[in-house]
């Protein structure tokens, strides 16, 4: 399958302040990624979808303004947590897809971001 | 939108023999259907998927298995090792749609 990186693995930040994930396609072209946020014990909560070089779709619930995603190229997509505050404190996943292929459905993910906001 | 129920939510088998989760769609046009292994404190890993215009699929000791009339499709885990515990979600793709809503999970322990 293919490989999606996400960087960093754990970061712990003071409340108040902003953080950037990085998700990473590293060998196939991402025409989409996903943004996902996973409570302990529990499935995947789909936060936002991002088509390169367009502005994310949000689901019902996310703020746009607190996590900014930018999907600048085919194998970047950014969530920044802005303001963060010990609530955002989770695990958030990427996934990326290349949609308009004949493998479009299929989502690979990254290995996870453990965010602590104390 | 799409619903899609996962059980059991847990299970635990003995080292060698089978174990089977089963999930449940509400949308008939759902025609993408992948299975997800998730490690402790890791992303989840595709490790098996079928499309709708195939009843099952198999790959060594992982096969899925889909009734579209009925709107249910299966993971089968033959001769379970204890490198296979871990939390197994399902998921669904509607037609014309890129999303995947997922199951609940099912937490799989495979006692040695």
């Known amino acids: 399958g293919a490989v999606v990186s996400q960087h960093p693995s754990r970061v712990i930040c003071k409340s108040g302040t902003s953080v950037k994930i990085e998700c990473r396609s590293l060998?196939?072209?991402?025409?989409?990624m996903f943004w996902y946020r996973q409570f302990p014990k529990q499935s995947l909560m789909l936060m936002a979808t991002?088509?390169?070089?367009?502005?994310?779709?949000?689901e019902q619930g996310v703020e746009k303004d607190k996590f900014l995603i930018n999907h600048a190229s085919l194998t970047l997509s950014t969530l920044t947590v802005t303001s963060a505050h010990p609530e955002d404190s989770s695990f958030y996943i990427c996934?990326?897809?290349?949609?308009?292929?004949?493998?479009?459905?299929?989502?690979?993910f990254g290995p996870g971001t453990r965010l602590t906001v104390t | 939108g799409e619903n899609v129920e996962q059980h059991p939510s847990t299970l635990s088998v003995q080292e060698g023999d089978s174990a089977v989760i089963k999930c449940t769609y509400s949308?008939?046009?759902?025609?993408?259907f992948p299975w997800y292994k998730q490690e402790l404190g890791k992303g989840p890993q595709l490790i098996i998927d079928?499309?709708?215009?195939?009843g099952e699929k198999k790959d060594q000791r992982i096969a899925v298995t889909l009734n579209k009339t009925a709107k249910h499709f299966s993971l089968h885990i033959t001769e379970t090792q204890p490198e296979d515990s871990a939390v197994y979600f399902c998921?669904?793709?509607?037609?014309?749609?890129?999303?995947?809503?997922f199951g609940t999970g099912t937490r799989l322990t495979v006692i040695p």
């Open positions: 996934s990326a897809s290349a949609v308009g292929t004949v493998r479009g459905n299929e989502q690979y």
């Open positions: 060998d196939f072209q991402a025409t989409t």
């Open positions: 991002s088509n390169e070089g367009s502005k994310a779709t949000y």
């Open positions: 949308d008939s046009a759902s025609n993408y």
């Open positions: 079928i499309r709708s215009n195939v």
């Open positions: 998921a669904a793709t509607p037609v014309g749609a890129n999303n995947l809503f």
